[in-house]
Structures are given as C-alpha cells and as structure tokens.
Nanobody, 126 residues
Framework: EVQLVESGGGWVQAGGSLRLSCAASGFTVDDFAIGWFRQIPGKAREGLSCISMRDGRAYYADSVKGRFTISSDNTTNTVYLLMNSLKPEDTAVYYC???????????????????WGRGTQVTVSS
C-alpha cells in the first residue's frame, strides 16, 4: 500500500524559510513521481512542484519558481520542498502526491495525483 507522510510544516515569519518532507513508502517499482500541492480554505488545490524519482526531472509552477526547491533522496524515498522568502499568501495546507509512470509528469503537462498524503499546515505571518 502506497503511503505518503508529510512533515516540516509550522509557523514562520514572512521572509523566512521552511523545509517540508514527504516520506513515500509502498511503491512496487522505482518509476514514480512525487508532487507538492497546497490548498487555501475556499480555494482549489494548487500544484506547486514535482519531481521524477526515476530521473530527477523537476518542474515548478510559476507561482513558486525561484523561491521553492524540490529535491529527493532516492535511498529513503523522501522528497523535500525547501521554501524560501515565504510570504503570508503562502499560508496553506501543503500536500504531497504521487503517481506511477513518472514519464507522464513533471514537465508542465500535469502533476501526479493518484496518491495523497494528509497534509501539513504552513502559516506565514506578516
């Protein structure tokens, strides 16, 4: 059974940084992609970034490009999202997601959305 567990959320002042982690387990092959989304209450879930665990290909949405960095540790199947220069509008619940067949993801045409974690709250104060 695929499981995704997020951690690293919390409270930070504007301009600060946080690093989120997504621990992935239960995958039967190494060909999968991990994505990060966020959701503000009352708004649609927004795809932020994605990484292929097969070849390391990464993708960023324009809203976070240059501020957020995604990385992976393939030995532990953990994906990180380093968030710098945080703004109050980054306040949201952050989720990681995953799908098999990484070829189809992380190049601007879609995010992996077959499996989801429970989310971690990030609060940025002004």
């Amino acid at each position: 059974e695929v499981q995704l567990v997020e951690s690293g959320g919390g409270w930070v002042q504007a301009g600060g940084s946080l690093r989120l982690s997504c621990a992935a387990s239960g995958f039967t092959v190494d060909d999968f992609a991990i994505g990060w989304f966020r959701q503000i209450p009352g708004k649609a879930r927004e795809g932020l970034s994605c990484i292929s665990m097969r070849d390391g290909r990464a993708y960023y949405a324009d809203s976070v490009k240059g501020r957020f960095t995604i990385s992976s540790d393939n030995t532990t199947n953990t994906v990180y999202l380093l968030m710098n220069s945080l703004k109050p509008e980054d306040t949201a619940v952050y989720y990681c997601s995953a799908s098999y067949s990484a070829y189809y993801y992380c190049h601007g045409l879609g995010f992996p959305e077959n499996f989801w974690g429970r989310g971690t709250q990030v609060t940025v104060s002004s």
